[in-house]
Structure formats: C-alpha cells, structure tokens
C-alpha cells in the first residue's frame, strides 16, 4: 500500500463549525506533514509531525489544531476558521523527517469557508 | 531568507515541442526535488537529484542539477497532452529540516 489516503474530499464549513479532516497511511512511515495549498500557488507546509511528535509548527493560528493519535493516523482540528483559510489541504508522509525524504502526498481536502 | 525560484510562471506549448522550467536557489542545496500535479490532482514526486552535475532521464523528461548545485532543470521532449500540469522543484530550508517548494510552472499544452 503505497497510498495517502485523505476525507473528506470536500468540506464546506462556516466560520463558527467545527469539523475535523483526516489522513490516514499505512506505509510505516515516521512522518507527517500537513500542507496548505491555495489555487495556483505552491503548497506551504503547516505542521510536521514526527514519531508521532510535533515537530514543526510553522506559526499557524491557533484555529488550526494538529493531532497524530498514532503513526499511521494525522488528523487536523479546525474551528472558527476565517474565509481567507478557503483551500486545498494535503496530507504528506515519509519514512522519515528531513528534507531528504521523499513526500507522498493524500488527494486532499477541498476546504471553503463560507 | 533562502528561496527556491522557479521559471517560468506560465508555459503553454503545441503538443510535440519541447519544454524547460528553471529552478535556481541563492544557497548551494543538498538535494533538489521535482514534484507534478495536473490539474485537480496532489503533488507527485517525480525525483531527486543529490549530485554536482547530475542528469538524471525518465523517458521523454531529462533532470539536471547544476554543477555548483544552486539550480536545477526539468527538460521535456516531445510534450503529450498528458504532461500537462504544474512543475514543483523544492529544495531543503537553509538550518532546517524541511523542503520549500518553488512557485511552480504550470504548463498547458495545445493538441
């Protein structure tokens, strides 16, 4: 199983939902990446996780809320989300951290903040 | 801080001409890596390139990374409509353990 695999496909949410997007990777990999990526421009890396620790936190607000329950699962927590947050969110992973690593990316969640 | 840049934005072709996207860093990189996404789709890894001077080929795509290792090139011949797409280099963060992806080349192609 060489696959990301991310739900929902597509979220629609008002700013005051709460809602949850998941990833999931059976890969063994010890790292986990969340990415957000708006249209036509390049993905930006939010959060790392690493043996399923934080290890990167790239000063995103406090709305987004990061989980890794165990090395296979990535979970990404939002509330009060703003509509500028409207995106595309990938989930990556790698065997390892570093900027070595290849990344296998998930299909992503389609966000829109209404 | 250190960047990625990548050109050029836009590159629309007819199909059977070649193509080339450029990526230059101000830093010497470690590694360079080359990412696809079509239209709608996810980021894929295509390679990575680690070697002074390296090319590396996958069929009709030739990788090169520059002898001083600060730029990198993504050449295809013959373009077929299912290369349309855009084109991520990405390259290691000066002191940090993570990549940074250029802005991309998004290439279109006439049939």
């Known amino acids: 199983d060489t696959e990301v695999t991310q739900t929902p496909k597509h979220l629609v949410m008002g700013m005051t939902n709460k809602k949850s997007l998941k990833c999931e990777q059976h890969m063994g990999h010890r790292a986990m990446y969340w990415y957000k990526q708006k249209a036509k421009k390049p993905p930006e890396l939010m959060f790392v996780?690493?043996?399923?620790?934080?290890?990167i936190n790239e000063s995103v607000p406090s709305r987004f809320s990061p989980e890794c329950p165990n090395s296979s699962l990535l979970n990404l927590h939002l509330h009060a989300l703003q509509p500028e947050d409207s995106a595309l969110y990938l989930c990556a992973s790698s065997p390892n951290e570093g900027h070595n690593e290849k990344l296998f990316f998930g299909s992503g969640t389609q966000l829109s903040v209404l | 801080g250190q960047q990625v840049m990548q050109i050029p934005q836009y590159q629309h072709v007819q199909e059977g001409e070649d193509f080339t996207t450029y990526c230059n860093s101000s830093?010497?990189?470690?590694?360079i890596q080359w990412y696809k996404q079509r239209p709608g789709g996810h980021p894929v890894f295509l390679i990575q390139?680690?070697?002074?001077?390296e090319v590396k080929k996958q069929k009709r795509l030739t990788f090169q990374f520059g002898e001083a290792k600060k730029n990198s090139s993504l050449h295809i011949t013959a373009t077929q409509t299912t290369d349309v797409g855009t084109y991520f280099c990405a390259g290691p963060k000066q002191g940090a353990q993570k990549l940074v992806f250029g802005q991309g080349t998004r290439l279109t192609i006439n049939p």
């Open positions: 390139l680690v070697k002074s001077g």
């Open positions: 830093t010497t990189l470690s590694n």
């Open positions: 996780y690493s043996y399923e620790k934080l290890s």
